[in-house]
């Protein structure tokens, strides 16, 4: 039983071998890449620029607020002022909508983006060193340090990025 066992032991081994692995540590392409990272600014940016304008509508509905508070202002003056803080509030809500709607997208199409570059990055490198294919690291319970290759996918990654410069 014993000898049966390490016999199945060594043929699964033999077979991890001959199949010829590699990985990747997605967090540290996350966390070390160029690309990912323009790509977090850009998404950064956006939302900075919506957040600003948001801002901007809602000390103007403060400002409208107090107006249609005060005690000294004219009934026609008061109704006007909330026609156009409904108005600018709608605007409001429709830009918060916009940038929901706008922000996922940009999110979604930046993920796509850095997704397919680093496939593209490590199907270059598996075909190159002879992988016969290329995992996340995180799938091994224990991995000989030999297999990673993070580093060389992100360089490959961002040698894309430092080119346009």
């Known amino acids: 039983m014993l000898i049966l066992f390490f016999l199945s032991l060594g043929l699964i081994f ?3 071998y001959a199949l010829n692995f590699a990985c990747v540590d997605t967090n540290r392409i996350l966390q070390e890449s160029k690309l990912v990272a ?3 600014g850009e998404l950064r940016d956006k939302l900075i620029e919506f957040q600003t304008q948001l801002t901007t509508k809602e000390r103007k509905l403060e ?3 107090k107006q249609i508070e005060s005690k000294v202002i004219s009934k026609q003056a008061k109704e006007e002022k909330m026609k156009e803080y409904e108005r600018i ?3 409001a809500q429709q ?3 916009k940038a929901q709607r ?3 997208e940009m999110k979604q199409r930046l993920e796509n983006m850095v997704y397919n570059r680093v496939k593209e990055a490590a199907q270059k490198l598996a075909q190159k060193k002879g992988f016969n ?3 996340d690291c995180a799938v091994f319970i224990y991995k000989n340090p030999e297999i990673d290759v993070t580093t060389e996918v992100i360089k490959a990654v961002d040698a ?3 080119k346009q410069k």
């Open 14 to 16: 033999s077979i991890s």
């Open 38 to 40: 323009k790509a977090q």
């Open 63 to 65: 400002e409208l607020k």
């Open 89 to 91: 509030r709608s605007e």
């Open 95 to 97: 830009l918060q909508e």
């Open 102 to 104: 706008e922000l996922e």
């Open 133 to 135: 294919g290329i995992l």
């Open 160 to 162: 894309h990025l430092d």
